[in-house]
């Protein structure tokens, strides 16, 4: 991270650290106690300033997973054995990505067998795999770039001994759209070149958050090799959110 960065990032935390610090007015010899009506008052000021500089200088920042707990316009989740996240049918079948990274929850002792995907229109197979591990919950597409255009992806699952089929739809979006976000992700990344990879990625979620693309921020995060505790446990919560137990 370069040095305007930490210095950016310091000053954030040592604001935030103002902020949880209760403020106290030293007592010696004939200093009155202040009044502890008065004494909130005046922290509730305090706060308040520095609340108003923090966003005067840095904004209201929201990251993707602020913005995606605190959509009103997301719905519901899935009961099922087996729960799709990426595609999900409860949060838009668009996608930008053309190379998806599959991610799903399973319960119960669901072991997903196979993976497909399948052109709508056709019916033609475009990638399967059935090389998985029964405990996987997510495998990345190694397929050729999928091409604008309709598609449906398919899941065998065993559960209680007997198998099933789970069949999400879901469409890659026209080039000119796509290549519109390309442009303003990659501006997005020139403006931010010292960011770490968690970093990057969350800023990279947080240009789809701004078109509700969830699936394509998601993956963004999912795809992330290493992730930090903090943004593992908050995955996590994403998970439980989206398959109900």
């Given at each position: 991270?370069?040095?305007?960065?930490?210095?950016?990032?310091?000053?954030?935390?040592?604001?935030a650290?103002a902020?949880?610090?209760?403020?106290t007015?030293?007592?010696?010899?004939?200093?009155?106690?202040?009044?502890?009506?008065?004494?909130i008052?005046?922290d509730r000021?305090?706060?308040?300033?520095?609340?108003?500089?923090?966003?005067?200088?840095?904004?209201?920042?929201?990251?993707?997973?602020?913005?995606?707990?605190?959509?009103r316009?997301?719905?519901?989740?899935?009961?099922?054995?087996?729960?799709?996240i990426?595609?999900?049918?409860?949060?838009?079948?668009?996608?930008?990505?053309n190379?998806?990274?599959?991610?799903?929850?399973?319960?119960?002792?669901?072991?997903?067998?196979?993976?497909?995907?399948?052109?709508?229109?056709?019916?033609?197979?475009?990638?399967?795999?059935?090389?998985?591990?029964?405990?996987q919950?997510?495998?990345?597409?190694?397929?050729?770039?999928?091409?604008?255009g309709?598609?449906?992806?398919k899941?065998?699952?065993?559960f209680?001994?007997?198998?099933f089929?789970?069949?999400i739809d879901?469409?890659?979006?026209?080039?000119?759209?796509?290549?519109?976000?390309?442009r303003?992700?990659?501006?997005?990344?020139?403006?931010?070149?010292?960011?770490?990879?968690?970093?990057?990625?969350?800023?990279?979620?947080d240009v789809?958050?701004?078109?509700?693309?969830?699936?394509d921020?998601l993956?963004?995060?999912f795809?992330?090799?290493?992730?930090?505790?903090?943004?593992?446990?908050?995955?996590?919560?994403?998970?439980?959110?989206l398959?109900?137990?």
């Amino acid at each position: 991270m370069g040095k305007s960065s930490r210095s950016k990032f310091s000053i954030s935390f040592l604001i935030a650290l103002a902020l949880s610090l209760p403020i106290t007015i030293p007592m010696g010899l004939g200093t009155k106690i202040v009044n502890a009506e008065i004494q909130i008052a005046i922290d509730r000021q305090i706060r308040e300033q520095i609340g108003a500089q923090i966003r005067e200088q840095f904004g209201d920042r929201k990251n993707f997973l602020d913005k995606f707990f605190g959509d009103r316009e997301r719905r519901g989740g899935s009961r099922s054995p087996f729960c799709s996240i990426v595609p999900s049918p409860s949060l838009g079948s668009i996608l930008w990505n053309n190379m998806p990274l599959l991610v799903w929850k399973t319960k119960n002792g669901v072991a997903v067998k196979k993976v497909a995907i399948i052109h709508f229109e056709t019916e033609e197979t475009i990638w399967s795999e059935d090389n998985l591990n029964p405990t996987q919950q997510f495998f990345a597409y190694t397929g050729m770039p999928l091409a604008s255009g309709e598609y449906q992806y398919k899941v065998v699952y065993e559960f209680n001994n007997k198998e099933f089929m789970a069949e999400i739809d879901f469409d890659i979006m026209v080039e000119s759209d796509r290549d519109r976000i390309a442009r303003e992700l990659q501006q997005r990344e020139s403006q931010n070149t010292n960011l770490n990879l968690e970093e990057r990625a969350l800023q990279r979620a947080d240009v789809f958050a701004d078109r509700k693309l969830w699936v394509d921020g998601l993956q963004e995060l999912f795809a992330l090799p290493t992730p930090s505790p903090t943004l593992r446990e908050e995955l996590q919560k994403l998970r439980n959110s989206l398959c109900h137990e």
